[in-house]
């Protein structure tokens, strides 16, 4: 990495404030290309979170109201080409300064954590009764995905589980994603969120290649960490490795050089969730994405109606 | 009115722009009180309710992303002792001036009224058939408010009338009301949406007192104007009066002069639906609230659950 860039990139990550400026010199200098762009809907979308991030952390109203002041402000300056995940991620670096508070979501995750951990013998069971155990561990994988603070909090678990396992995996993703996952050395798997790491721990064990787990390094929404895939027993079936990064999805310019560089060597990369789709939608089609589409812009994007789970797999780079 | 209030209000109605040092001059010296604050989830169903307008009204997406940052700098900077519906107005105002059109809900109003008056008869019949004509009027009147933009756009409307006017009338107004209603001169009745209109007309055919009708002076949501109550026949039942402003809700610091003297000499006031319950929540106990329950924080407010129809006598000065 040039000098210029590098000295920018230390200044960004002590602050933790990834400015356009940055940004833009990095794609230029890198060649990178710009993800998923922000629309009109998902800045409701992005601000919804913040008021229930603002309401669940902060009993002050003033202050609550003074942060969310803070939180329109941020969304009405930032570059709107930004993904809405790295929308999100500087929205919830100015609530956490603003009210005090690092992890935001810290009793959802605990109660997503032990809603999850205790079906882990019934998924593993689940995975092998079907004929295509690849298949399966996939839609379990994508199942977890339901587990969400964004999009929807009240469900029973299990009933979703089976409700979406039986449903036709969506995205032509497969064959492709079967091929590739018996050629390669290694799989990198990059984590979603807290409780869907269960669902990911008992599909990763059925499989037979090396898998790199990458969490971020940092409570953000209710993104895995480091101590949730610990939690979830991710280290008896995977090498856990951090992003470098605090923001959802996951954002090349803001991760670290080592998680840079694995991610480059990485000839197959497993990417779950809609955070993670947005900011890797133009990484190159090693990049497979599997997912349980939670929001209509997606749907839109994905074609793919509400509710289904897909695994797609992402567009050659040009 | 003081001469320096009557020179700043002067600017304002030339400008549409009422802010804050205004307000709060004209409390000071009015002896007014402030109306329902806003609350952290207003804020989002005020952006969600500008995404719909811009993508309604504006087809060119860069535009679409300018007016709403543009909405979103409006929120971060507006004074949040303002009530929601004083917020929505300048948020309104910000996104006609920026796309350049003036009636943001032509379309919806069309329909709206097209899909409400073709029931005038079945909504008479309905009265009649009550043994409690008052009552069933306030029914029908409040069962109107179902006709809305900013929360449900998607409802059998007759199916929904049937059901609410059977319901109760909660918020304890009607023995009030029917006591006032029988000693005073005239009422002055505050309109709401369009298509509402119609189910104001029929109560108002009803009752033996002279009515004045009081509609926006523009366009500002779905909100009823001169032409709408023109269009539902208003004429035929009650003089119609415009309030001289364009905010939803009736903001008496942004009304004429002439439309404050009407409020002040009117010993009995309805008023219909939640943004004229927002911004006359501190008018005494001469105004009357009539609307359907369809939003949280004013379910929580008022306590009555979500779908009601309430009539509630506002409290007492003090």
Redesign the interface.
């Known amino acids: 990495m040039p000098a210029r860039l590098q000295k920018l990139l230390s200044i960004c990550r002590e602050t933790g404030k990834f400015g356009n400026t940055f940004r833009k010199l990095f794609l230029k200098l890198t060649g990178g290309k710009n993800s998923m762009k922000t629309y009109?809907?998902c800045?409701?979308c992005i601000?919804?979170q913040a008021?229930t991030a603002?309401?669940l952390n902060c009993p002050d109203q003033n202050l609550?109201?003074q942060t969310?002041?803070?939180v329109?402000?941020t969304?009405?300056?930032i570059d709107?080409k930004l993904s809405p995940s790295a929308i999100a991620g500087e929205t919830n670096r100015v609530i956490r300064e603003s009210i005090g508070v690092d992890d935001l979501y810290q009793a959802d995750k605990i109660s997503s954590h032990k809603n999850a951990i205790r079906y882990l013998d019934d998924l593993r069971t689940l995975l092998k009764q079907s004929q295509d155990p690849l298949e399966q561990g996939l839609k379990i994988s994508a199942a977890g995905n339901i587990i969400d603070i964004v999009h929807a909090n009240d469900y029973d678990l299990w009933e979703e589980v089976e409700t979406t396992v039986s449903q036709d995996l969506q995205g032509e993703g497969l064959e492709a994603f079967r091929k590739k996952v018996n050629e390669v050395p290694h799989l990198l798997y990059l984590a979603d969120n807290v409780g869907e790491t269960v669902f990911d721990r008992v599909f990763i064990e059925s499989l037979d290649i090396p898998v790199m787990y990458a969490v971020k390094s940092g409570p953000v929404l209710n993104d895995a960490t480091l101590k949730d895939a610990l939690a979830a027993g991710i280290d008896q079936v995977a090498e856990i490795v951090e992003t470098g990064s605090w923001a959802p999805g996951t954002i090349l310019y803001q991760s670290s050089d080592k998680f840079q560089q694995l991610f480059k060597a990485s000839p197959l990369v497993l990417s779950k969730g809609q955070a993670n789709y947005e900011t890797m939608d133009e990484q190159g089609e090693k990049v497979f994405f599997l997912l349980r589409v939670k929001c209509p812009v997606l749907s839109e994007r994905l074609n793919v109606p509400l509710g289904n789970l897909v695994l797609k797999q992402g567009n050659p780079l040009n």
Chains 1, 2 share one sequence.
Do not use: S
Request: aromatic share 10%; charged share 30%.
């Open positions: 009109p809907e800045y409701t601000f919804r008021v603002v309401k609550q109201i969310l002041q803070k329109l402000n969304l009405a300056e709107d």
